[in-house]
């Protein structure tokens, strides 16, 4: 016997020049789980973005998601068993963070935890920044993302593990709004001259937070191997540096010219 009992609408995005997908299934518009690996394990056509995504049981066998959308011509494809698509450790990462997502936590809270995952490879951080990347679309532009590591947190682990702690507030910067179209102009070089990207929002305090009062500011960061950064084991590749001046370089001659 085969039951469907869940269907929920969905949005498929690829990322890194196509060669990965992720689709998020959408509950009353907001993200409530996340599928996603190498775009060669699932055939989908370059025109198709949305979809639904569907939860079959079958007897007693273990449940399994479908995707499913419509074709140019209105004829409905269902393609069987993301879950078998993608490999198991894409698998399992999207497992977990779509249980964080049913259970509320607010979207950009959800991308800085993502962010902050330390991997082992260029792979699967590829995987993890393409997944960021496909969530963000559901952050309310303006929204700052407020820390998940707040004192009732602390409070409730420290008690879990018996131990007592106190908090001392040394220095305290409200959070600042960095220029939207400067970081549009910037995004559009990176996909003008093909390089990958992450719109994202930074938890440390910078000098731009002051030059934002006096100028439209914004920031370019580059990727350091497993995010280390600030510390004597922080390493970024060269080629990384090298894409982030050229970026920088088109961005002020673009703003030099108007």
């Known amino acids: 016997m085969t039951a469907i009992n869940k269907i929920i609408s969905a949005q498929a995005d690829t990322f890194d020049k196509e060669k990965w997908i992720a689709v998020v299934g959408l509950y009353e518009g907001h993200p409530y789980e996340i599928f996603s690996g190498k775009a ?10 949305k979809g639904w995504v569907i939860r079959v049981k079958e007897g007693s066998m273990p449940a399994r998601y479908d995707f499913q959308f419509l074709d140019q011509d209105g004829y409905k494809v269902t393609i069987e068993g ?32 993502v962010s902050k995952l330390t991997l082992d490879t260029d792979t699967i951080n ?3 920044n393409g ?17 998940t590591y707040t004192n009732e947190t602390a409070n409730a682990v420290a008690e879990n593990d018996g131990v007592a702690i106190e908090f001392e507030m040394l220095t305290a910067d409200k ?5 939207e179209e400067l970081a549009k102009k910037a995004e559009a070089i990176c996909e003008a001259e093909g390089i990958d990207y992450l719109h994202m929002n930074s938890g440390a ?23 280390i950064s600030h510390n004597p084991a922080e390493f970024a590749k060269l080629e990384d540096i090298c894409r982030a001046v050229e970026v920088l370089a088109k961005l002020l001659e673009s703003e030099a010219n108007e």
């Open 205 to 227: 305090g910078h000098d731009a937070m002051h030059m934002a009062k006096l100028a439209p500011t914004t920031m370019i960061f580059i990727p350091c191997k497993e995010g």
């Open 175 to 179: 959070p600042v709004a960095l220029s």
């Open 82 to 113: 993301l879950s078998r698509m993608f490999k198991k450790e894409y698998w399992n990462y999207a497992k977990l963070i779509s249980g964080i997502l049913r259970h509320g936590m607010p979207i950009q809270n959800v991308i800085e935890l």
């Open 40 to 49: 060669e394990n699932f055939a989908l056509p370059s025109t198709i973005d």
């Open 131 to 147: 997944i960021a990347r496909a969530l963000k679309r559901y952050v309310k532009d303006g929204t700052i993302v407020e820390s």
């Open 126 to 128: 590829t995987w993890k």
